[in-house]
T-cell receptor, first 111, second 115 residues
Framework: QKEVEQNSGPLSVPEGAIASLNCTYS??????FFWYRQYSGKSPELIMS????GDKEDGRFTAQLNKASQYVSLLIRDSQPSDSATYLC???????????FGAGTTVTVRA | SAVISQKPSRDICQRGTSLTIQCQVD?????MFWYRQQPGQSLTLIAT?????????ESGFVIDKFPISRPNLTFSTLTVSNMSPEDSSIYLC????????????FGSGTRLTVV
């Protein structure tokens, strides 16, 4: 069983819409959760981190964490063509500094 | 966040040769990691680079193939040895910063093609 799973893509949304990305993880002791954005040919860039249950907002991005359901999500509001990228969910396994990554979800924002 | 300089950015190498990739950070960091990202795939952790001691390798990766050095808190190298076309990939250095620089940051990556 994979440690981190993301909803399969690609995800295509019209400009101005909300893009919703989902991620589940298997280790119930996981403590830290990250969303990275990766443009084609570039390295991953951290856009959100979340450590406690609930919502965390940063500009147009909202991360949601539910540890009981072992679920973390990312919402992108007012999607822009510049948001077109692959989004990677990463989880920090308890008692370990290593990150486990999901397979990524490719988002395309249609102008 | 910490700023990482990773070199080279890309290289084309002959099979059977070795390539050493360097990762230099602008501040002392707690942890340094090396990842591989094969075309169209996500990131796979190769190893954790430990300062002054042998790296900790993940399942499927061995020291003879991917020797790693970390002589201090800001520098590490990854060598891809005896390369084959299957080693063609992007190799990424990542660090976990400390204090005000806390967080996981990635270098710009090394795109390796083995011919």
């Amino acid at each position: 069983q994979k440690e981190v799973e993301q909803n399969s893509g690609p995800l295509s949304v019209p400009e101005g819409a909300i893009a919703s990305l989902n991620c589940t993880y298997s280790d119930r002791g996981s403590q830290s959760f990250f969303w990275y954005r990766q443009y084609s040919g570039k390295s991953p860039e951290l856009i959100m981190s979340i450590y406690s249950n609930g919502d965390k907002e940063d500009g147009r991005f909202t991360a949601q964490l539910n540890k009981a359901s072992q679920y973390v999500s990312l919402l992108i509001r007012d999607s822009q063509p510049s948001d077109s990228a692959t989004y990677l969910c990463a989880v920090n396994v308890a008692d370990d500094y290593k990150l486990s990554f999901g397979a990524g979800t490719t988002v395309t924002v249609r102008a | 966040s910490a700023v990482i300089s990773q070199k080279p950015s890309r290289d084309i190498c002959q099979r059977g040769t070795s390539l050493t990739i360097q990762c230099q950070v602008d501040s002392q960091v707690t942890m340094m990691f090396w990842y591989r990202q094969q075309p169209g795939q996500s990131l796979t952790l190769i190893a954790t680079a430990n300062q002054g001691s042998e790296a900790t390798y993940e399942s499927g990766f061995v020291i003879d193939k991917f020797p790693i050095s970390r002589p201090n808190l800001t520098f590490s190298t990854l060598t891809v040895s005896n390369m084959s076309p299957e080693d063609s990939s992007i190799y990424l250095c990542s660090v976990l910063g400390q204090g005000a620089n806390y967080g996981y940051t990635f270098g710009s990556g090394t795109r390796l093609t083995v011919v």
